[in-house]
């Protein structure tokens, strides 16, 4: 496709329910951000893939979220046992190499009740 | 710890008037970049700014960057309507046991005819 697409657009998850949500990056885009964006806030970074390598994991807000890029394309960003503060929306960007700019794709919006 | 300070965090400005956002952070890095984001919408990359001393323009939007004072604005020239968005400075660490990119909290621009 021409750009960053995510999926599902929307989500609502019951608390305690596991989520996948799914990023396929622009063809050939080499780094890999994975961001949270809370209502109003800045993006917050999670995590950096170079191609399959995660180089960092740091913003990862606990062992509940695991991402994953196996091949250095598709990249999963999993959430086991959802909590309500884990609502927001889900950001993945992607970039040539690490100099260029990011494209950025629509996001998931993820609501836990 | 890296952090990104945007100010103002709101700005309501009238039609065809020049203002400044300013961008601060606290490690040293030589590459900034600008992103725009609509209401409900993802982010559209404006500029990126690679080494000290950069102005890129695009038309009403000026970009700058002084790696020495840690700061880089963006100077909006005779705003008009469509600028109004959410204004976010981002700040790449890519060095070192930090590889993420790190955004500020977004300058909420609103102009008004």
């Known amino acids: 496709g021409a750009g960053v697409s995510q999926s599902p657009r929307y989500k609502v998850a019951k608390r305690g329910q596991d989520v996948a949500l799914r990023c396929d990056p622009i063809?050939?885009?080499?780094?890999l951000f994975w961001y949270q964006q809370a209502l109003g806030q800045g993006p917050e970074f999670l995590t950096y893939f170079q191609n399959e390598a995660q180089l960092d994991k740091s913003g990862l807000p606990s062992d509940r979220f695991f991402a994953e890029r196996p091949e250095g394309s598709v990249s999963t960003l999993k959430i086991q046992r959802t909590q309500q503060e884990d609502s927001a929306v889900y950001l993945c960007a992607s970039s040539l190499d690490r100099l260029e700019k990011l494209f950025f794709g629509s996001g998931t919006q993820l609501s836990v009740l | 710890e890296l952090k990104v300070e945007q100010n103002p965090l709101f700005l309501s400005m009238q039609e065809g008037k020049n203002y400044t956002i300013y961008c601060n952070y606290s490690?040293?890095?030589?590459?900034l970049y600008w992103y725009r984001q609509d209401p409900g919408k993802s982010l559209e990359s404006l500029f990126v700014l690679l080494s000290n001393g950069a102005v890129k323009q695009e038309g009403r939007l000026m970009a700058s960057l002084d790696t020495k004072a840690r700061l880089s604005t963006l100077h909006i020239t005779a705003a008009v309507h469509d600028l109004s968005a959410t204004y976010f400075c981002?700040?790449?660490?890519?060095?070192?046991?930090?590889?993420?990119?790190?955004f500020g909290a977004g300058t909420r621009l609103t102009v008004k005819p």
């Open positions: 063809s050939g885009h080499v780094s």
């Open positions: 981002a700040v790449d660490t890519f060095a070192g046991v930090d590889n993420d990119m790190r």
């Open positions: 490690t040293t890095s030589d590459r």
